[in-house]
């Protein structure tokens, strides 16, 4: 997700199945501190009105998913979704049953290629 909301002129659509938008450790459970305020602020994913503007300018699909019983990713990816709502930036949103686990993504992978495919197809 950074490096796609940060290159959105490059991607035509950008997803995170699981993920994370703030460098974590292995475990996912404690934010890394990376030195700086300048180095935490480059490694968080890009989400306000900056993000906004690039994305109306390079229309990009942005959608994340996340399962409803992910201990380490659940309350993140909630954040981010409220963090692009309040800055309108359009977006697809979704939780689903299950973990952090292969399982979850097996059973969602063509839903969500499919939504980048159908995206690229129309220019996002």
Excluded: C
């Amino acid at each position: 997700m950074n490096i796609g909301l940060r290159n959105v002129n490059v991607f035509g659509a950008v997803e995170s199945w699981s993920g994370y938008f703030a460098p974590t450790d292995p475990s996912g459970l404690h934010k890394l501190n990376l030195g700086s305020p300048q180095a935490n602020a480059m490694a968080k994913v890009p989400r306000g009105v900056g993000l906004k503007a690039a994305a109306h300018t390079h229309p990009t699909f942005i959608g994340f998913y996340v399962g409803r019983q992910d201990s380490r990713f659940l309350d993140p990816n909630y954040d981010f979704n409220e963090a692009l709502d309040r800055a309108h930036v359009a977006h697809l949103f979704r939780t689903y049953p299950g973990g952090h686990s292969g399982a979850l993504w097996r059973g969602e992978a063509m839903r969500w290629l499919d939504y980048a495919l159908d995206a690229l197809a129309r220019g996002a």
